[in-house]
């Protein structure tokens, strides 16, 4: 068997006592597009994503909106909310229903424009500017168990204040402080041992976030 | 060389018309001057004599003490695919054809070490390709392949879509032309399970990643790591049927597709019998609040329960998990004391957690720990427990040119009356979380928002 550039690494986790195994690649696997031939195993090709988490990516410049309304209206209120927002054609994500209202992401470039429909709305919200999504991607998270630990270990023993987190089936997602956003990906990096060569970073404006 | 690998399901294998019907596919492709691999899963679901399910049923009853071990019950487990493929190659032969069946192991499929869920390492294509050219049809058994050592491993679900998907990628670069067909009973993707939605229409095209995204929640058309691997290595994929001569779906590349289907809503899945758990702290929790989380994470760690849905919002926090764990979850956590070391003040803090009931556990913690609280600031954290969930989510390739996709959907629930309870939303989705008697309802409405029934509003894809 051929390994090419991949190592196999078995982690004890010493706090859980559970292995942990993550696969970790020099190479990544969405820069593959023809198959690898390995010329010391007769043209062999590589497949298939690597099990557990295999990269942590950093985008800068979110904010994020938390808006308060009456509970016993909360439904038509946050119905209202996201219309608006959508008639205005500004993009959310990472949204949130809460008891008594909702939040919300938004890339840095909206956050005036929401700021402005908010206020003149009535709203009672707060706006925390100058935040980072961290997103800790794995081939199948909803597969795996213990991801969430190891991130809250990692981020509280940093003191990282998490403001809100979202998760897909390859990724979770965690909104911190943007001046914690670096330490919070290299704890993150070390804590899954991920190379250096595996984070990637963008600013929210940059990689076009989708409207919801 | 065209090369055309075709992956049969256990229903069009399950019978003689059905096989009759996938030689039919496979002797079309042949007079259409491919050179056809034929990749094949084991006859039948459960109940039926060589289902895989059938053959662990059979093995566990040796001793219902003592589990196989994990080796040997992934030997069983191929014996499925293995006679399902004799047999497809028998069927062809008798009707005059060159053919020959390998297993997974004997194409050259090389897997890790993880039985009952293997991964594909390497794929070896020399034999596949040397039979090929001597024009033999070849067949080989699904959802299988060997250790370095030859141990016969199993891939897990959706194992013989990712023997198709990934057998057509070891043969590109031997091809001229490459495509890999999965032939099931329904005879494409479609916008909706038609099961709940009778209008659900067959997409003609669909990208990889609207389908592996449809796949991950709850679409059982294709498995995702076929889509994936088509992906990585740019294989169009087609979904059709066995039984039916309609064209079927192809799924490609992002690029491959026109602008219109980018921009368009794909489709409607729902998946998940799940319960949603929200933990909302006492007054000032907030300072305490990612230790409480950690903590808690910690034991669904050691519990291996996998969660997902998870918000944080100033003192409260929630997750969603799959109802089967929730009696595991209530034991475990029921009257649990998690300790917060407060380093301002020194006064140490206790969080002790009930689920949606105070059991003896809560109550003989809360009456122990009240006799220290001089010296403890013990706070009672009662969780709400929302039962009888599930996830119904819409699909977009590109929700960009969509503005406002959640408003529209809360907005059309609301007009059936069905409750959000939370919701979620990735690149390529957006997830409400519903009461699980709802889901049809909610289907169907959202089917109808997004207008997916409707040819010329929806995504020019029929």
Not at chain 2, 306 to 317: I, V
Not at chain 2, 357 to 386: H, Y
Not at chain 2, 401 to 419: F, Q, S, W, Y
Request: proline share 3%; net charge negative; charged share 25%.
């Amino acid at each position: 068997m051929t390994q090419g550039a991949r190592r196999v690494i078995l982690l004890i986790n010493p706090i859980c006592e559970i292995w942990h195994k993550v696969t970790v690649s020099e190479q990544k696997l969405t820069d593959i597009q023809t198959p690898i031939a390995d010329t010391t195993s007769g043209g062999r090709v590589r497949f298939e994503k690597e099990r557990g988490v295999t990269e942590v990516e950093v985008v800068r410049g979110i904010g994020h909106v938390t808006i308060r309304v009456d509970a016993e209206q909360a439904a038509e209120c946050r119905l209202e909310l996201l219309q608006n927002i959508a008639a205005a054609a500004i993009p959310v994500f990472l949204v949130k229903l809460l008891p008594d209202g909702m939040s919300f992401a938004i890339r840095g470039g909206d956050m005036d424009a929401a700021e402005e429909l908010l206020k003149k709305a009535g709203e009672e919200f707060l706006l925390s500017r100058d935040l980072a999504m961290v997103s800790i991607i794995a081939g199948a998270m909803r597969d795996l168990s213990g991801v969430m630990a190891i991130i809250y270990e990692t981020l509280v023993n940093e003191g990282i204040l998490v403001r809100q987190t979202g998760d897909a089936y390859n990724a979770v997602h965690c909104l911190v402080p943007g001046a914690d956003a670096e330490r919070a990906a290299r704890a993150l990096r070390q804590r899954f041992d991920l190379s250096e060569t595996e984070e990637s970073e963008s600013t929210a404006d940059g990689v076009g976030l989708k409207s919801l | 060389m065209k090369i055309l690998v075709q992956k049969f399901g256990g229903t069009s294998v399950d019978s003689e018309e059905s096989r009759s019907k996938a030689a039919g596919k496979i002797v079309r492709a042949i007079g259409n001057g491919w050179s056809v691999v034929v990749v094949v899963s084991a006859i039948g679901r459960d109940g039926a004599p060589y289902a895989t399910d059938t053959l662990v049923k059979f093995l566990k009853s040796v001793d219902s003490n003592t589990l196989p071990a994990a080796r040997e019950m992934d030997m069983m487990m191929a014996c499925g695919e293995i006679m399902s493929t004799v047999v497809m190659a028998q069927t062809l032969r008798a009707r005059g054809y060159e053919t020959i069946a390998l297993t997974g192991g004997q194409a050259g499929i090389a897997t890790d070490y993880e039985f009952g869920n293997a991964r594909i390492i390497s794929i070896d294509p020399a034999y596949v390709v040397r039979m090929l050219e001597v024009e033999k049809i070849v067949f080989v058994a699904g959802f299988q392949g060997v250790t370095e050592y030859g141990a016969v491993t199993t891939l897990g679900r959706g194992g013989s879509d990712t023997t198709a998907s990934a057998l057509g990628a070891a043969l590109k670069p031997y091809a001229k032309e490459i495509a890999v067909e999965i032939y099931t009973d329904v005879d494409g993707v479609r916008t909706a399970d038609p099961r709940q939605v009778k209008e659900a229409r067959r997409l003609n095209k669909a990208t990889y990643e609207e389908v592996a995204e449809m796949a991950h929640l709850g679409a059982k058309v294709v498995h995702p790591r076929a889509a994936e691997i088509a992906h990585l290595y740019r294989i169009p994929l087609w979904v059709k049927s066995t039984f039916a001569d309609a064209e079927g779906t192809l799924i490609t590349a992002d690029e491959d597709c026109d602008d219109k289907v980018q921009q368009q809503v794909t489709g409607i899945t729902h998946t998940g019998k799940i319960v949603y758990l929200r933990f909302p702290l006492p007054a000032n929790g907030e300072i305490d609040k990612g230790q409480v989380e950690m903590e808690i994470y910690r034991i669904l760690q050691k519990a291996a329960i996998p969660l997902y849905l998870n918000s944080t919002d100033g003192n409260a926090f929630a997750f969603a998990v799959a109802r089967e764990h929730l009696p595991t979850l209530i034991n475990l956590l029921n009257g649990l004391a998690i300790p917060v070391e407060n380093r301002t003040n020194g006064v140490n803090r206790v969080y002790l957690l009930g689920l949606g009931q105070r059991n003896i556990a809560f109550e003989t913690q809360r009456i122990l720990l009240e006799k220290a609280s001089s010296v403890l600031d013990v706070r009672a954290v009662e969780a709400e427990v929302t039962n009888n969930c599930t996830v119904v989510s819409v699909i977009s390739g590109r929700f960009r040119g969509i503005p406002g996709v959640t408003a529209r959907m809360l907005e059309a629930l609301a007009r059936v009356g069905v409750p959000v309870y939370q919701t979620a939303d990735s690149p390529l989705s957006v997830s409400v979380l519903v009461p699980e008697e709802d889901a049809g309802k909610a289907t169907r409405a959202l089917h109808v928002i997004f207008e997916l029934a409707t040819e010329d509003s929806v995504d020019g894809r029929t």
